[in-house]
């Protein structure tokens, strides 16, 4: 049974930084491709950014240079590491396994909120 967990979210001031974590069981991460999404209220999921097994990363257009994936396969762990956050990057936070080029597991969220 694969399971996905994240932590890391809480409350932030705008231009501060928090590092999400995502921790699997019953899937090895390094064999597949990792991603994050966030979905703010009232508005649909979006891709956040991800990364292949290959350890090449991707990232939406409106977090690039300040938000940064990576994986720990000793921990089969991925991170989000988040700086200069905004407003409306208020939204829950998912991690997700990529297989082969759709989200199909995904952890149950964890809450950002940016305030201004």
């Known amino acids: 049974q694969v399971q996905l967990v994240e932590s890391g979210g809480g409350l932030v001031q705008a231009g501060g930084s928090l590092r999400l974590s995502c921790a699997a069981s019953?899937?090895?991460?390094?064999?597949?491709?990792e991603a994050w999404y966030r979905q703010a209220p009232g508005k649909q999921r979006e891709f956040v950014a991800h990364i292949t097994i290959g350890g090449t990363t991707n990232y939406a257009d409106s977090v690039k240079g300040r938000f940064t994936i990576s994986r720990d396969s000793a921990k089969n762990t991925v991170y989000l590491q988040m700086n200069s956050l905004k407003p409306e990057e208020t939204a829950v936070y998912y991690c997700?396994?990529?297989?082969?080029?759709?989200?199909?597991?995904w952890g149950q969220g964890t809450q950002v909120t940016v305030s201004s």
């Open positions: 997700a396994v990529v297989v082969p080029t759709r989200p199909v597991y």
């Open positions: 019953g899937i090895i991460f390094s064999i597949n491709t």
